[in-house]
């Protein structure tokens, strides 16, 4: 009951810090995102945190109002979001679709608040700063499951195929800890704009800590994160030195605490291997890789048209519910989840966004005062459309994240240009 009042509390004094602060809360997304996804322990799918944190990032959007209005930058992503809001309008759960598409729409419209608000370089850097305490709150989130054994159970550990006991894995759980991953990510860019006073060694030591609980979760996508992050950053950034140092650090500093997390380590990888995840072909019979066969599939048979086309008769984002109940699996990938829910036009308008945000990105001139934000930009759109393929469209947080993150970057290089034009023109003829 304590826990519950905390939680209604901390949405309360998040409404009250967006009127406050109106848009200058902004920087307190992330974290109160990651927060959020904490309070979904203690609460049933689609109760009152759920609600609470769509109407906080309602109110901070309308904030932005004159300038979504405006419709002047990103035209595909409104194409978009009008699409889905039609077809939802045609789904038999509608409850369930309303819901998925209030959180995409939320979700991504975050971009434009980035991009329109973050046109300087000390809310730039506040915003990066901010990211510190999302890395923070992962750690802690993590950290406070495995000591207290409470919060999610590891997903391979929780079914009646393994022989073991069910493992804690902390407070966010699988989907939860991608919001932290993806700050892991952008360590490199945060070490640049960080508080003075944090000392490095502490940072390092939590990010540090953080992965190895992000690697005790033994997903995939989330391990694979903050390599891309770095990986990108090597290729993109022209700090490669300092990126390779970082690099460096990160690395020892696992490979000294290997000793402690190991044993765990290989108990969870054999958890895994109980359930046949590292057989011959096993790929072959994984679920997203079956999901998508299956769109193929219907696709190519082409037995209805006006469903494969548009997705009417299939029901957006609510394809694994009847009547409100949960009665099969629900498509992870966005790829199978936008083909079966809004049909090929959904998906074709959904790639059309990434291309053009690709597209943004790639205009930004590729000179030194610019690289850090064409560097970022880019490393997000990896990320982000990677982690697509494996599914995040309904991931609010680390939607939010991505998109609020890319446009601040893309933001931020195109308020660059527009107040030094003549400067930065002459530094790329130099």
């Known amino acids: 009951m304590l826990i519950r009042f905390i939680i209604f509390l901390l949405f309360a004094v998040a409404i009250v810090l967006v009127y406050r602060m109106k848009r200058g ?25 759920t609600i609470l944190r769509a109407v906080v990032l309602l109110i901070f959007l309308l904030m932005f109002w004159d300038q979504i209005v405006k419709m002047d930058i990103l035209k595909s992503m409104y194409l978009f979001f009008l699409y889905i809001l039609v077809i939802m309008l045609f789904s038999e759960e509608l409850f ?24 300087s370089y000390r809310r730039y850097e506040k915003l990066l700063e901010s990211l510190i305490w999302v890395i923070i709150a992962g750690f802690i989130a993590a950290a406070v499951g495995y000591i207290f054994d409470i919060g999610r159970t590891l997903e391979y550990t929780a079914g009646t195929d393994y022989t073991g006991e069910p493992e804690f894995i902390g407070l966010l759980g699988s989907g939860g800890l991608y919001g932290p991953a993806l700050a892991l990510a952008l360590l490199p860019f945060i070490i640049q704009n960080r508080y003075r006073n944090i000392p490095p060694w502490l940072l390092w030591a939590v990010s540090a800590g953080l992965y190895i609980f992000i690697i005790l979760n033994v997903r995939r996508t989330a391990i694979l994160l903050p390599i891309i992050g770095f990986v990108s950053s090597l290729i993109f950034y022209r700090t490669q030195t300092k990126v390779l140092r970082y690099l460096f650090l990160f690395s020892v500093t696992l490979a000294l605490l290997a000793p402690v997390y190991r044993p765990l380590l290989a108990k969870r990888v054999e958890a895994r291997a109980e359930l046949g995840r590292f057989d011959k072909g096993f790929m072959q019979t994984e679920s997203r890789y079956l999901e998508n066969l299956e769109m193929l599939k219907r696709v190519r048979e082409f037995k209805d048209p006006l469903a494969i086309i548009s997705g009417i008769g299939h029901n957006i984002f609510a394809e694994h519910t009847d009547k409100r109940k949960i009665v099969r699996r629900m498509y992870h990938s966005d790829t199978a989840k936008l083909v079966y829910g809004s049909g090929l036009i959904g998906l074709l308008l959904y790639f059309i966004i990434y291309g053009q945000l690709l597209r943004m990105i790639l205009k930004i001139p590729r000179i030194r005062v610019l690289n850090e934000y064409r560097a970022g930009a880019l490393t997000l759109w990896i990320i982000s459309f990677f982690v697509s393929f494996n599914g995040s469209i309904t991931l609010v947080t680390f939607r939010t994240m991505s998109f609020l993150l890319m446009g601040a970057f893309i933001g931020m290089a195109h308020a660059a240009i527009r107040n030094h034009g003549a400067v930065l023109a002459a530094k790329k003829r130099g």
């Open 25 to 49: 809360f902004i920087y307190y997304i992330p974290i109160f995102n990651v927060l959020a996804d904490v309070s979904f322990n203690y609460f049933e799918a689609f109760s009152a945190p």
């Open 96 to 119: 369930v679709s309303f819901k998925t598409v209030v959180q995409v729409i939320l979700s991504m419209s975050v971009f434009i608040a980035g991009y329109k608000y973050i046109t």
